[in-house]
């Protein structure tokens, strides 16, 4: 039978608090209402938006939305990722046997790794990704990434698991474990059992030497995993969306995730700028009738004066942040495209909040005549 279609796959990428959790929202509810499958796959949602989303407390599967009026054959699945426990899933399907399975899941330095790990949590939304991807049950597939202390960290965490292996650091922390070097550390009185002691505390370093003896058994599958997300990444059906703001802050970062995605061949598909300010409607200054009756005049002067300030203020903020925009384009290879999403009047967190915002951002057909 031959492999189900892979979906592709729309990853939002940029700095903390820009607004990649409420995009990635809006464009999976977007790119539904124009007929696809689509799921979503967000990491920490603010509590009001996750139930919107219907991802609550039930992590890890996707569920339904549920989203009016969508056409027909069009779904919305939402998930919220639980990293550890898509890492006990990778060692379920990998370990090759209940014994295997336990041993890793039972050990205490497991729950270190697949908690606390660096990189752990970003390798695991990667996993989660193809997983869903290559579902078969989805046309699209929209992440949301995870906010990582450098924000950069989920890009690179595949490479690091097949660096990990390759490097051979597993087998020499292995070898000690089958000739007891381990032991003989551990009941050593040299400094260098004393230096470990102190950092690790008496029974992780056996526990660090059995999970990696366990690990073994996982380990051409996990390998080979990590060089299929690592492709994934780098499909021409991907697309990553780089989310900022107008704030130079947000735009620097921007920047350099570009030429990070530029240097490790990673598709392109085009800005976010979030949070845009919003030129007024009217043309020239407000116009005020004479001061009310009750109202003594030069408080009504001063008021009507800082009023009237307003609207060129704004157009003011709003021609700059087009010229920091251009700015930006300039950086970006050929004709990035921008998808620009007004400041809303307020947070964003239930269904029609993310319609509002999705208006403005690109639909599949856009999505797909992007060139990287
Ligand atoms: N265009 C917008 N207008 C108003 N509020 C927004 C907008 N975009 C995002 N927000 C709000 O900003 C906050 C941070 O957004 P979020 O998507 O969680 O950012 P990130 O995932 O990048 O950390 C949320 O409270 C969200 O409702
Ligand atoms: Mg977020």
């Not at 599967?61 to 919220?80: K, Q, S």
């Not at 800082?306 to 700059?320: H, I, T």
Request: glycine content about 8%; aromatic content about 6%.
């Amino acid at each position: 039978m031959a492999a189900p279609a892979r979906a592709r796959v729309i990853i939002c990428c940029g700095s903390g608090g820009v607004g990649k959790t409420t995009t990635s929202a809006a464009l999976a509810i977007r790119l539904a209402r124009s007929g696809a499958r689509v799921a979503v796959l967000t990491i920490d949602p603010a509590r009001r938006l996750a139930d919107a989303l219907s991802v609550g407390d039930i992590g890890n599967t996707a569920f339904p939305v549920p989203v009016p009026d969508l056409p027909p054959g069009a779904a919305l699945h939402a998930m919220m990722l639980d990293s550890k426990r898509t890492f006990d899933d990778v060692v379920e399907r990998f370990a090759g046997g209940a014994d295997a399975r336990d041993r890793i899941l039972r050990n205490h330095y497991y729950r270190f790794v697949s908690t606390r790990l660096a990189g752990a949590h970003e390798y695991m939304a990667m996993e989660k990704l193809y997983e869903l991807s290559s579902s078969g049950d989805y046309d699209l597939v929209v992440l949301d990434t995870p906010p990582s202390r450098h924000a950069l960290d989920f890009l690179a965490a595949p490479e690091k698991m097949v660096n990990l292996m390759d490097e051979g650091v597993m087998r020499w922390l292995v070898l000690p474990a089958s000739r007891g070097g381990w032991r003989m550390i551990e009941k050593g009185s040299d400094i260098l059992a004393k230096v470990l002691r102190t950092m690790l505390g008496e029974r992780t370093i056996t526990d660090i030497a059995e999970f990696f003896s366990a690990f073994q058994s996982l380990w051409e599958g996990f390998r080979q995993r990590s060089l299929d997300v690592r492709e994934l990444l780098r499909s021409p059906d991907t697309r990553f969306l780089l989310v900022t703001t107008p704030a130079p802050g947000a735009r620097a970062e921007a920047l350099h995730f570009l030429e990070v995605l530029q240097r490790s061949h990673m598709p392109f598909g085009g800005f976010l700028i979030n949070r845009c300010a919003v030129a007024p409607i009217h043309a020239g200054p407000p116009r005020f009738g004479p001061a009310p009756a009750n109202v003594p005049e030069p408080g009504y002067a001063a008021m009507i004066a800082a009023l009237s300030e307003g609207p060129d203020r704004r157009r003011r903020l709003v021609a700059a942040q087009e010229g920091a925009i251009a700015e930006l384009r300039a950086h970006a290879p050929g004709a990035a495209p921008i998808w620009r999403i007004p400041e809303m009047d307020e947070e964003v967190h239930d269904l029609a909040g993310l319609d509002l915002v999705g208006k403005y951002l690109p639909d599949a057909t856009a999505l797909a005549e992007v060139r990287p």
